[in-house]
C-alpha cells in the first residue's frame, strides 16, 4: 500500500485549489447562457417627424466587455438610422394611412445572443409632422394665394440687410394685388434711398401711396391677430427677432432660423395664417430674412415658417405692440368700428432692419 507524505499531500491541495480557481475564473468571463438573462426590451418614442428607438445596455450589466446591437426591419417603407447603435431613428416615410411595421433589435456576444421584436403604428405623414410643428391639427387658417408671393430680402440690392420693412411691403402688396410689378429696391428708393431702417410709418404711407386698404391695431396680446386672420386679412409686424427661440431642427418650419445675437434685433415680418396644434399656436409668417437658406428639398426657409405664440408675443410686446393689417380689397368694411384701431400717426414708430 501507497503511503503519501505530509508534503505530497501539500502539494496535492495545492493542485486541487488552483484547479478550482482556474475554473471559477473562466466561467466569470464568459457570458452567462441565455437562460440567465430576463427577457430585453427597448423604447419607442413617436417625435413628431421620427420614431426614437432606444435600448438601455444597463438591462445586460452582467455582462462586460463591448455588445454587438442591431436594429433591422423587413418593412420597405422605412431605413433605420444608426441601425448598430442603441440609439437609432427612423424618418417617418410620406404615408396617407397608418401603416404597421416590425422592427426588431438584436444583441450579442460571444454565443450570447438576445432579440426582441415589436409591431410599430408609423402614423399618416401630415403637413404640421413634416414641418416638425407637433402630432395633432386642432385649428387653423392660412390666407395664401394661388400665386408667389414671397420675397427674400437677401437679394435686393445695396441694403439687402435692412430691407426687411420694403420687403414685407411690397409682399402685403403683392398678396394685394397679383398684378403689382414694382420691387422690393423700389420700396427702397421710394422709402429711404439712403439706406438706414425703415419704420413702421413708412411701411404704412407706401401702402397708401398705392391705394392699399390699411389701418393699425393695437395689441394687448397677439391672440388678437386670431379674429384679423380669421377675416382673411394678413398682417406686418414690426418685432425684436431676439425673442424669437432658435431652431433645433434644420429640416423643420419652427423658430427662427439665423442668429440675432442682441435685443434690440427689429425686424418686420407678414403674418398670414395660424395653426393650433397639440394645444399650441403657431402663427404662419413670410420672413423675408432668408439670404438663399433652403431645406433640403429646395424650398426658401423664410417661406411658410412657423412661430410660437408665446414667441411672438415676448417679441411684439417688447418692441412694438402693433399691427398693420392689411385686407383684400373691400375687406375694410368689417372693422370699420374696431376698438382696436389706432390713429397711426398718433402713436410710437419703430424700425426695423439690420446695420452690419
Not at 440567465?36 to 428607438?53: K, R
Amino acid at each position: 500500500m501507497k503511503t503519501y507524505t505530509s508534503n505530497s499531500w501539500r502539494v496535492l491541495l495545492i493542485l486541487l485549489c488552483s484547479v478550482v480557481f482556474l475554473s471559477s475564473c473562466s466561467k466569470d468571463d464568459d457570458p452567462p447562457p441565455p437562460g440567465e438573462i430576463s427577457e430585453i426590451d427597448y423604447q419607442v418614442e413617436d417625435a413628431i417627424a421620427t420614431l426614437q428607438l432606444t435600448f438601455d445596455p444597463n438591462q445586460l450589466a452582467d455582462i462586460s466587455g463591448n455588445l454587438a446591437v442591431s436594429w433591422s426591419t423587413t418593412s420597405s417603407l422605412i431605413s433605420i438610422t444608426n441601425a448598430n447603435s442603441p440609439k437609432a431613428y427612423v424618418v417617418y416615410p410620406d404615408i396617407n394611412e397608418p401603416e404597421e411595421v416590425t422592427i426588431k433589435f438584436s444583441v450579442a456576444k460571444g454565443s450570447f445572443t438576445k432579440a426582441v421584436e415589436k409591431n410599430v403604428t408609423l402614423p399618416k405623414l401630415t403637413e404640421v409632422r413634416k414641418f416638425g410643428i407637433g402630432k395633432e391639427l386642432q385649428a387653423e387658417k392660412s390666407n395664401n394665394v394661388s400665386y408667389d408671393w414671397y420675397i427674400d430680402q437677401g437679394y435686393t440690392g445695396t441694403y439687402s440687410g435692412l430691407n426687411c420693412g420694403p420687403a414685407s411691403v411690397t409682399m402685403a402688396i403683392k398678396w394685394v394685388d397679383e398684378s403689382f410689378s414694382k420691387t422690393t429696391e423700389d420700396a427702397r428708393h421710394a422709402l429711404r434711398p439712403q439706406g438706414g431702417w425703415c419704420y413702421t410709418s413708412d411701411l404704412i404711407q407706401y401702402l397708401n401711396n398705392h391705394q392699399i386698404s390699411n389701418y393699425t391695431v393695437a395689441l394687448s396680446n397677439v391672440s388678437d391677430l386670431n379674429q384679423y386672420l380669421d377675416a382673411g386679412n394678413i398682417m406686418i409686424l414690426c418685432l425684436d427677432m431676439f425673442y424669437i427661440r432658435n431652431e433645433q431642427q434644420a429640416n423643420y418650419h419652427v423658430d427662427k432660423f439665423y442668429a440675432t445675437n442682441s435685443a434690440e434685433w427689429g425686424h418686420f415680418i407678414v403674418v398670414k395664417g395660424y395653426k393650433k396644434v397639440d394645444n399650441n399656436v403657431f402663427y404662419e409668417v413670410y420672413d423675408p430674412y432668408s439670404f438663399g437658406k433652403k431645406y433640403d428639398d429646395n424650398a426658401i426657409k423664410g417661406k411658410d415658417r412657423y412661430y410660437r405664440h408665446t414667441d411672438l408675443n415676448k417679441a411684439v410686446t417688447v418692441w412694438w405692440s402693433y399691427a398693420i393689417i392689411v385686407p383684400k380689397e373691400g375687406g375694410m368694411s368689417a372693422f370699420k368700428s374696431d376698438m382696436h384701431k389706432v390713429d397711426p400717426t398718433k402713436i410710437e414708430h419703430k424700425y426695423g432692419g439690420v446695420i452690419e
